[in-house]
């Protein structure tokens, strides 16, 4: 017999094993033991992940469990909530659950096994009690015999396949990715880094994405000046699934197309993936808005500071991969315009404010429909066209002595270097105001927390630059007619996808869902459908005809001019002295302009 008291010592930790014998059929095997007092004992399994704002009901796929008591008897075990499960425990001591999690989700946020890889998040995989959330967390992983590695951000204790976390919460932020991985080493200013590639691919050259990487870390350092991480930062980089990110203290799971390199235009869309999700490494990781200070895994929390921790994110990645020289000032304003036009073109930016479009983000972001489009705001987008008016309203407020940049350090220097419960609404516009004044302020308040629009062409005035809003309709003299919807081909029909509020599809009723048969009684489809509408001029009428639920429909429209695909900045007129030096201190280079 033990005391309670010494029990309680000894096995003050969380043992977690994970083997993967059914690894083909997409499942993984979790074998837990937990310290527990006698009494009733309540697992939980998270509903969600931080830094991806859905609930995603990871307990949907937990099976098969299978509960012992601390003498090895079989436990019975009740369910009590979708994620919840109770037993009851008669004498103190360790207890051990067996289950099994399927892994056939390919998401960043979720879990993903077949016969050569794994990609595992905390969240969806480990279960955890009222008191074991503090606990250090053991993870034992057993690799099927063909599988050469594991990588994680969780330190290895021992040579052994068997890693360690200070508690459930880093346990949750440091995915696992286990198989047949390729690893490059390498060190920026001293500090350690890793690029980890789910497998050899010959049609992407690990050595080149590992300077390129290299490059973009040394920009963010410079940016931020100080180096927030303890332990190697992985890049853990994925050749499924489709482009995307998801940020951890020293780790990222990406996405991306394995063919990415031999085209620029990916290349550097995943480089720019790279340089968003480092720069989370202290926008959110570590700054975080006072809702995530303490994560609640069993319910939403609600955030009204997404277009800071993502939007000014996404202002920061484009700008920071052109400060690092990986891409051209034209690279550059083309991404700017096409943040302004992505913006300019959401009829739900007058729905939604961008704190609003934050605050809501578990059931818009994340929940897209078909009237997305028209019912709120990407803050990512805002948040970007915020970053950008803001930054140049705080240079010229302060002749270039301050900008977003010196906000972004302030607020790094208050928040982000101990934790004290994360930033509180508004004390980022209160840094605004104390470096640029009162004015600047208020405007930055209206452009958070109303509808109306961020006034860009003054901010590209200040620094010598226009912005055209309608360059396709530029040499022909007839702008070009739309429609206002999105369409695309399901089998033999051309289905209405998107209707955009304001245009002449949604003025005539037109739905999504809709089959578009003929326009003016010419049958329609995917290859003619841009080129009839380029016969056609704005204010032009036109009749459609549509099928709705197997019914012939006939409706008439008045054409608008289409939605412009592309917008485009640049110098207004010759670029002064003055403005090139504005330019140059902006976007970090020095600048050669051939003039106009
Ligand atoms: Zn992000």
New binding site residues.
């Given amino acids: 017999m033990v005391s309670p008291g010494a029990f309680a010592l000894e096995s003050s930790q969380v043992r977690h094993e994970i083997s993967f014998e059914r690894a083909s059929n997409q499942y993984v095997h979790i074998v837990s033991t937990f310290p527990v007092e006698q009494g009733l004992v309540e697992f939980a399994m998270p509903v969600w992940t931080p830094?991806s704002y859905l609930v995603r009901e990871y307990s949907a796929h937990l099976e098969q469990l299978e509960v012992s008591a601390p003498s090895g008897d079989p436990l019975s075990v009740r369910k009590i909530a979708k994620n919840r499960w109770a037993a009851e425990v008669n004498e103190a001591g360790e207890i051990t659950l067996a289950y099994d999690i399927w892994a056939g989700e390919l998401n960043v946020s979720a879990n993903w096994v077949d016969s050569s890889l794994a990609l595992l998040n905390g969240a969806g995989v480990f279960l955890f009690t009222d008191t074991s959330r503090s606990l250090p967390q053991v993870v034992e992983v057993r690799l099927p015999a063909d599988w050469p590695n594991v990588h994680t951000s969780m330190d290895r204790e021992g040579d052994a396949n068997r890693f360690i976390a200070r508690d459930y919460d880093e346990l949750v932020d440091s995915p696992i990715v286990a198989g047949n991985t390729v690893e490059y080493y390498f060190e920026v200013d001293g500090h350690p880094y890793g690029l980890v590639q789910s497998r050899e691919n010959r049609f992407w050259d690990g050595a080149r994405a590992t300077e390129d990487v290299a490059r973009v870390i040394k920009a963010q350092q410079d940016f931020w000046g100080i180096n927030p991480f303890t332990k190697r930062y992985l890049f853990l980089n994925l050749f499924i699934g489709s482009h995307s990110?998801?940020?951890h203290d020293h780790s990222t799971v990406l996405m991306t197309d394995p063919w990415g390199m031999r085209d620029d235009h990916d290349y550097k869309r995943w480089l720019g993936l790279v340089s968003?999700?480092f720069?989370?490494a202290w926008n959110?990781r570590r700054m975080r808005p006072s809702a995530l200070s303490e994560y609640d895994y069993e319910q939403e929390s609600y955030i009204r500071e997404l277009w800071l921790?993502?939007g000014l994110?996404?202002y920061y990645d484009s700008l920071l991969l052109f400060r690092s020289g990986l891409t051209s000032v034209a690279d550059y304003l083309e991404s700017l315009a096409r943040e302004i036009r992505n913006y300019e073109t959401t009829p739900g930016r007058e729905v939604r404010s961008a704190e609003l479009a934050s605050f809501d983000t578990w059931i818009k972001h994340y929940r897209k429909d078909e009237n997305t489009v028209n019912s709120t705001v990407s803050y990512?987008r805002k948040g970007a066209v915020i970053g950008f008016v803001t930054d140049t309203a705080i240079r010229r407020a302060t002749d270039n002595d301050a900008s977003l940049d010196t906000v972004m350090r302030e607020m790094f220097l208050r928040y982000g270097t101990k934790r004290n419960g994360g930033y509180p609404p508004g004390a980022f516009e209160a840094i605004v105001g104390e470096l640029a004044g009162e004015d600047v302020r208020i405007m930055v308040e209206e452009m958070i927390r109303e509808t109306s629009d961020p006034d860009v062409d003054t901010a590209l005035e200040w620094y010598g630059l226009g912005i055209d809003r309608n360059p396709s309709n530029n040499g022909n003299g007839s702008p070009l007619a739309g429609l206002g919807i999105e369409v695309g081909q399901e089998g033999p029909a051309l289905l209405v996808e998107q209707v955009v509020a304001g245009y002449a599809g949604a003025e005539a009723g037109v739905l999504p869902g809709d089959e578009l048969l003929a326009i003016d009684a010419n049958r329609v489809t995917e290859a003619n459908y841009l080129k009839l509408l380029s016969r056609l001029r704005p204010e032009e009428s036109v009749e459609l005809t549509l099928a709705r639920h197997g019914r012939l429909l006939t409706l008439r429209t008045k054409l608008r001019e289409a939605i412009p695909a592309t917008y485009v900045i640049a110098p207004l007129d010759k670029i002064r002295t003055r403005q090139k030096s504005r330019l140059e201190q902006w976007l970090g280079r020095d600048l050669v302009f051939k003039q106009p």
């Fill in positions: 830094g990110g998801l940020e968003h999700e720069f989370h959110v921790a993502e994110t996404s990512y």
